[in-house]
């Protein structure tokens, strides 16, 4: 059983650089390819940054793509979403998720691949 739970989201200003984390405990933590999505308001779940379990692999959606970047600490189980030049079309509930991968460079990022899930953590891009 693997446990995430996302910290870092709140009330950010347009233009605005806040970093949210992944925190990933339980059973082989650390062999997982983790993944970030998010549900803006009215829209469908959608893919925006996965990294592989050794860290050194990353794939980025078209809407983030250039503006946020996804890193991995090994030795804490952590995954950080850095997201720089918000603007309010980013506002969503982020949620990190965690998928077993075919080798230590493997990155998934679909969705019907993750096997676990966090619950989530609310960005408000808003003056």
């Known amino acids: 059983q693997l446990q995430l739970v996302e910290s870092g989201g709140g009330l950010v200003q347009p233009g605005g650089s806040p970093r949210l984390s992944c925190a990933v405990s339980g059973s082989n933590a650390g062999s997982y390819s983790i993944a970030w999505f998010r549900r803006a308001p009215g829209k469908e779940r959608e893919e925006v940054a996965c990294i592989s379990s050794a860290g050194g692999s990353a794939f980025y959606g078209d809407d983030v793509r250039g503006r946020f970047a996804i890193s991995k600490d090994n030795g804490e189980n952590t995954v950080y979403l850095q997201m720089n030049n918000l603007e309010p079309e980013d506002t969503a509930v982020y949620y990190c998720?965690?998928?077993?991968?075919?080798?230590?460079?493997?990155?998934?990022?679909?969705?019907?691949?993750?096997?676990?899930w966090g619950k989530g953590t609310q960005v408000t891009v808003s003056l």
């Open positions: 998720a965690a998928a077993v991968p075919l080798a230590v460079t493997h990155v998934v990022c679909l969705q019907e691949r993750m096997e676990y």
